[in-house]
């Protein structure tokens, strides 16, 4: 068995258009097309972001073939993200993948893009320059999941906590969008933060038994508080780094508190966080510390690999190669994965 394949991956999940080349754990070329037609609505349109995909596609994987100086022949394997996501948008790419194979005769991987985002942490050549062991544990935090993992190999993951409501990346930009900030508005918040004094203002996040988290109450807490706080109209404008960096603060902390509760349970000592939040910079921090303090192992992806790319769906698609496990024609793309709780 070829221990080096070359595998063209396509993500197509949500509003990021991405193609990566990669041989072995090395990524050749990781090109993504950002959406910017969804700022002016505040969130994702799923019909627009299917259209962009389909013009975007061709351009963005030749410029991968073209970056990694490859040619469709030299291609070992397909991989694509089956789900979960927006199924016109994983329609779009999923297409473009079966009917390269289908062209090519070479063999098609279907990759869950959350466990594909886990298993970034193992792209090789990252600034850190450190790879995780397993058994590990892992905070994923995009804008659709948050959810805490289990992982003993790249074949088996379970949930061990997950939101019960909204994800850790929808509080950021709901925040931000009833702050007046354009969508995606996570990095603004994250960005505004930085200026401000972060023990300002209270917000409320709920004590959930277990695992598991909540954030539409800290959503409700900071409509309430801009609410009783309206009678002034340049409240926010004058407060606005104070407000985001008390708002990022709480729910930064409620993240690692369940995070070192599940580490603590499951007596894991190998740590990762990943998804589009893994970019927040207070969370970056705040994590490596409480790695530390305990005398964990804490690792972070390179910002490329934080948020949605087609190289950490390479590597995913990698290690199915390894073991032979290759996907049908026939599968189709699945809006929501059910893969698991412990
Ligand atoms: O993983 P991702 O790129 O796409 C999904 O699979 O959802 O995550 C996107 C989410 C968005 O909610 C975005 O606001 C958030 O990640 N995000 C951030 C930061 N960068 C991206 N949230 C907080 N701070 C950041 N620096
Ligand atoms: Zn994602």
């Given at each position: 068995m070829n221990l080096e394949p070359v595998i063209l991956a396509i993500e197509s999940s949500c509003d990021e258009t991405s193609a990566a080349v990669l041989i072995g754990r090395k990524v050749l070329s990781n090109i993504i097309a950002g959406q910017t037609v969804h700022e002016k609505y505040g969130g994702v349109v799923p019909e627009l972001a299917s259209r962009a995909h389909q013009s975007n596609i061709v351009?963005?994987?030749?410029?991968?073939?073209?970056?990694?100086?490859?040619?469709?022949?030299?291609?070992?394997?397909?991989?694509?993200?089956?789900?979960?996501?927006?199924?016109?948008?994983?329609?779009?790419?999923?297409?473009?993948?079966?009917?390269?194979?289908?062209?090519?005769?070479?063999?098609?991987?279907?990759?869950?893009?959350?466990?594909?985002?886990?298993?970034?942490?193992?792209?090789?050549?990252?600034?850190?320059?450190?790879?995780?062991?397993?058994?590990l544990l892992c905070l994923t935090v995009s804008g659709g999941h948050t959810q805490i993992v289990l992982v003993r190999s790249p074949s088996d993951m379970k949930i061990v906590g997950e939101t019960i409501d909204d994800a850790a990346g929808e509080a950021f930009d709901k925040a931000a969008k009833v702050l007046g900030l354009p969508y995606p508005g996570g990095p603004l918040v994250d960005r505004h933060s930085k200026d401000g004094d972060s023990m300002k203002y209270k917000f409320t996040t709920p004590r959930l038994e277990g695992l598991d988290y909540s954030f539409s109450g800290l959503k409700t807490s900071l409509l309430y508080f801009l609410r009783d706080n309206s009678k002034d109209e340049t409240f926010v404008q004058q407060e606005l780094a104070n407000i985001c960096a008390s708002y990022q603060r709480t729910l930064v902390d409620y993240l690692l508190l369940q995070l070192e509760k599940a580490a603590k349970q499951q007596g894991i000592a190998e740590l990762c966080i990943a998804g589009g939040v893994s970019a927040n910079s207070e969370l970056r921090s705040k994590f490596l510390k409480m790695c530390d303090n305990n005398g964990w192992k804490g690792y972070i992806p390179d910002f490329t690999y934080c948020t949605d790319n087609a190289g950490m769906i390479g590597i995913a698609a990698y290690f199915k190669y390894l073991n032979q496990d290759f996907s049908e024609l026939s599968d189709s793309p699945m809006a929501r994965i059910d893969w698991g709780r412990l």
């Open positions: 351009p963005v994987v030749h410029q991968a073939l073209t970056e990694a100086n490859l040619k469709l022949p030299d291609i070992d394997a397909i991989a694509y993200t089956r789900g979960p996501g927006l199924l016109g948008s994983l329609m779009v790419g999923s297409s473009f993948a079966k009917s390269l194979s289908m062209t090519l005769g070479t063999p098609i991987i279907g990759v869950n893009h959350m466990q594909a985002h886990i298993l970034a942490h193992f792209i090789e050549g990252q600034k850190h320059g450190k790879t995780p062991s397993f058994p």
